[in-house]
T-cell receptor
Framework: DGGITQSPKYLFRKEGQNVTLSCEQNLNHDAMYWYRQDPGQGLRLIYYSQIVNDFQKGDIAEGYSVSREKKESFPLTVTSAQKNPTAFYLC????????????FGEGSWLTVV | KQEVTQIPAALSVPEGENLVLNCSFTDSAIYNLQWFRQDPGKGLTSLLLIQSSQREQTSGRLNASLDKSSGRSTLYIAASQPGDSATYLCAVSYVEYGNKLVFGAGTILRVKS
């Protein structure tokens, strides 16, 4: 079953905690992305990776960290430095970084309690 | 700042009606433009990708056009059905932005049976 798997679907974070969102793909795509979506707004790019062992900051990288040790995996850590982390987080992939269709996972809801 | 604007923010139509969703962008130097569909609480599904050199793309009842000179794209949905109810997002890959996607806030479509 091919695709992009995000987990967990729902996650609750206490103040001061770091949490990690998982994103796994078996599409053999080189590029992977993390977006944040807030109600009534478009998606905003957090981090992206064009190839294994390389990643770049997007527009709103502060308070987040990523790694790309394997082609299939691009986990996102929401650190305690992110002051407003409650949002819907979407992972995406594309075959290459230029001119390709982008595919999204089902998303993860993060709520601060 | 590169932006993408979608009008209207919400649209409600009776079943069977043909409809047009609008997307405008601020710079004609783009790689491509993509239209996505998002169901509530779900990830995004790619509908159509129009490369910079193309004028339109069609898939089933959907037709997307691109006019770079005016900075506009339209998504035409023919013979709308209740199952078309969703949020439709437009995203532009600007050359100056390094080929990363900039998303509009979306149009919420409701098709009434």
């Amino acid at each position: 079953d091919g695709g992009i798997t995000q987990s967990p679907k729902y996650l609750f974070r206490k103040e001061g905690q770091n949490v990690t969102l998982s994103c796994e793909q078996n599409l053999n795509h080189d590029a992977m992305y993390w977006y944040r979506q807030d109600p009534g707004q478009g998606l905003r790019l957090i981090y992206y990776s064009q190839i294994v062992n390389d990643f770049q900051k997007g527009d709103i990288a502060e308070g987040y960290s990523v790694s790309r040790e394997k082609k299939e995996s691009f986990p996102l850590t929401v650190t305690s430095a992110q002051k407003n982390p409650t949002a819907f987080y979407l992972c995406a992939t594309s075959r290459g970084f230029s001119g390709n269709t982008i595919y999204f996972g089902e998303g993860s809801w993060l709520t601060v309690v | 700042k590169q932006e993408v604007t979608q009008i209207p923010a919400a649209l409600s139509v009776p079943e069977g009606e043909n409809l047009v969703l609008n997307c405008s962008f601020t710079d004609s130097a783009i790689y491509n433009l993509q239209w996505f569909r998002q169901d509530p609480g779900k990830g995004l599904t790619s509908l159509l990708l129009i490369q910079s050199s193309q004028r339109e793309q069609t898939s089933g009842r959907l037709n997307a056009s691109l006019d770079k000179s005016s900075g506009r794209s339209t998504l035409y949905i023919a013979a709308s059905q209740p199952g078309d109810s969703a949020t439709y997002l437009c995203a532009v890959s600007y050359v100056e932005y390094g080929n990363k996607l900039v998303f509009g806030a979306g149009t919420i479509l409701r098709v009434k049976s």
